[in-house]
């Protein structure tokens, strides 16, 4: 036996079941982390598969008709809704549009009290 060489004495019984506990845990680990990947992965291709068919509905032109007098008073987006409010003869009207197919989703009206 040369100097450079160390005697690695075995594991005690306890040692042996704490290394078989950490391979374990270890283990359960890296299957839950390459299962996590692996639903990110799919999140990822669902929603870049689900987008496809949208790019090209969204590229037509489309045109809303107002009624007549109408001001647009301001637009925002609400999640993957288009906001736009209207200022109707004094009357203010929400109005929203799907913002891949820019269809009109819904309508809100103010009236004031008589």
């Known amino acids: 036996m040369t100097t450079t060489d160390t005697a690695v004495p ?11 506990r950490v391979r374990r845990m270890m283990l359960i ?4 982390t390459a299962l996590a990947i ?10 870049l598969f689900k987008s496809e068919g949208r ?3 969204a590229a ?11 001001k647009i008073v301001s637009t925002g987006l609400a ?4 906001v736009v409010s209207l200022d109707v003869g004094g009357v203010i009207e929400i109005r929203t549009f799907d913002a891949h ?3 009109p989703a819904g309508r809100l009206k103010f009236a004031n009290e008589p």
């Open 10 to 20: 075995e594991p005690s019984p306890e040692q042996a079941a704490l290394f078989a």
């Open 29 to 32: 680990a890296g299957l839950t």
């Open 38 to 47: 692996c639903a990110v992965l799919i999140a990822v291709g669902y929603r």
């Open 55 to 57: 790019a090209a509905e």
């Open 60 to 70: 037509s032109d489309v045109t809303a008709i107002l009624p007549k007098g109408a």
């Open 79 to 82: 999640g993957d809704r288009l």
């Open 101 to 103: 197919t820019l269809k």
